[in-house]
């Protein structure tokens, strides 16, 4: 994450148009200031464009780890670059969705870029009726079924990796549930789900 001295990079503000008349011919004073202004141009193109850095759509690939802390958010430098810049930018969002399928689908999109289906609720049971008898109780595990989002596409850029979706449902499953993920090499059939 360096932004060091840029070849080449010129100054929106050289130093030496800012000097007073005086030095306006003076050779020492004007090679002197042009050596400044090579050193601050990065810094004030980074000031410049701070908006374009804090933005995960628009940020340069190596700040995107940074933001990611900053939001709570999973980066993996292994990812397509559209991946992570959107699973950055949906960060927030998706602990609004925490603990929920819904989250946990999006985030395994997002994140990993597989595709998911979850069954099971995790033993949660209530009754529409006040004082009523409880339904009978569900099953307390939970199954999410994962597969490649390129149906038939077996490379190795489009195959899941079962301990990176174990080690996601891990952290994302409510901590009284039992999640048990099956890794599919394709969308599930009816008769599976």
Request: hydrophobic residues 45%.
């Amino acid at each position: 994450m360096s932004r060091a001295a840029v070849p080449g990079l010129p100054s929106r503000h050289p130093i030496g148009e800012q000097l007073p008349a005086l030095y306006a011919d003076d050779d020492f004073a004007q090679r002197f200031t042009a050596g400044l202004d090579t050193v601050l141009a990065p810094v004030f193109t980074t000031l410049d464009n701070l908006p374009s850095y804090l933005d995960p759509r628009l940020a340069p690939a190596d700040f995107l780890a940074w933001l990611a802390s900053w939001v709570g958010g999973a980066d993996d430098p292994r990812r397509p670059l559209a991946l992570r810049r959107e699973a950055v930018a949906r960060a927030v969002e998706l602990h609004r969705w925490s603990g929920t399928r819904r989250g946990l689908v999006e985030a395994l999109r997002l994140v990993l870029g597989v595709s998911a289906e979850i069954t099971g609720d995790g033993g949660a049971a209530w009754s529409s009726t006040a004082g009523g008898a409880l339904p009978p109780a569900p099953a307390d595990e939970v199954v999410v079924r994962v597969w490649p989002r390129h149906s038939g596409a077996v490379d190795a850029a489009h195959q899941v990796d079962a301990d990176q979706v174990r080690a996601l449902v891990r952290s994302l499953c409510p901590v009284h549930t039992v999640c048990r993920v099956e890794v599919l090499p394709g969308p599930p059939t009816s008769e599976e789900g």
